[in-house]
T-cell receptor, first 112, second 111 residues
Framework: GAGVSQSPSNKVTEKGKDVELRCDPI?????LYWYRQSLGQGLEFLIY????????KSGLPSDRFSAERTGGSVSTLTIQRTQQEDSAVYLCASSLQSYGYTFGSGTRLTVV | QKEVEQDPGPLSVPEGAIVSLNCTYS??????FMWYRQYSRKGPELLMY????GNKEDGRFTAQVDKSSKYISLFIRDSQPSDSATYLC???????????FGKGTHLIIQP
């Protein structure tokens, strides 16, 4: 597609349940990033995939968070045993090196 | 001290005014500087991209980088209500590094 696609756009889940968020990056973009954006908190880096290299997981806030990228394309961010503090907008971005990111519209996660 | 500082605002100006948005940073290794615009309930979109010091102009938008002062600016001329959004600065060291973002400035252009 022409842009970065994220699904679902909105997700409401009960505390303790697992959720999966999907990102479909721009075709040919080798780098893929996940960020979390909470109200008034700015963009918090979560994880970074570059080609076939091991991902940079340094931003994942706890071991309840994990992500994978299959075939160098689609990525899934999984949050296990969700907590209320996980409520945020989860943004995915892709890029070619030496340029800025193209972001998706995000998944708004609400944990009730 | 945070790596990138940005006043969250809100900054409210009348239509037609010149807007100045700014970020300061502490890491002298940053070389690539960007401005993103984010409308409500949308992802950020790349607005301006500059490398090292200097100015770059694109229509009503001008980006300035002063590496000696570790200070970057975005100017918007003839501001329009449609410019109302949150503006985030971002920067990186090398081309393959991740971006470090400011928290964003909420801009309101009053008709």
């Amino acid at each position: 597609g022409a842009g970065v696609s994220q699904s679902p756009s909105n997700k409401v889940t009960e505390k303790g349940k697992d959720v999966e968020l999907r990102c479909d990056p721009i075709s040919g973009h080798t780098a893929l990033y996940w960020y979390r954006q909470s109200l008034g908190q700015g963009l918090e880096f979560l994880i970074y995939f570059q080609g076939n290299s091991a991902p940079d997981k340094s931003g994942l806030p706890s071991d309840r968070f994990s992500a994978e990228r299959t075939g160098g394309s689609v990525s899934t961010l999984t949050i296990q045993r969700t907590q209320q503090e996980d409520s945020a907008v989860y943004l995915c971005a892709s890029s070619l090196q030496s340029y800025g990111y193209t972001f998706g519209s995000g998944t708004r996660l609400t944990v009730v | 001290q945070k790596e990138v500082e940005q006043d969250p605002g809100p900054l409210s100006v009348p239509e037609g005014a010149i807007v100045s948005l700014n970020c300061t940073y502490s890491n002298s290794a940053f070389q690539y500087f960007m401005w993103y615009r984010q409308y409500s309930r949308k992802g950020p979109e790349l607005l301006m991209y500059t490398y090292s010091s200097g100015n770059k102009e694109d229509g009503r938008f001008t980006a300035q980088v002063d590496k000696s002062s570790k200070y970057i600016s975005l100017f918007i001329r003839d501001s329009q209500p449609s410019d109302s959004a949150t503006y985030l600065c971002a920067m990186r060291r090398g081309g393959a590094d991740g971006l470090t973002f400011g928290k964003g400035t909420h801009l309101i252009i009053q008709p």
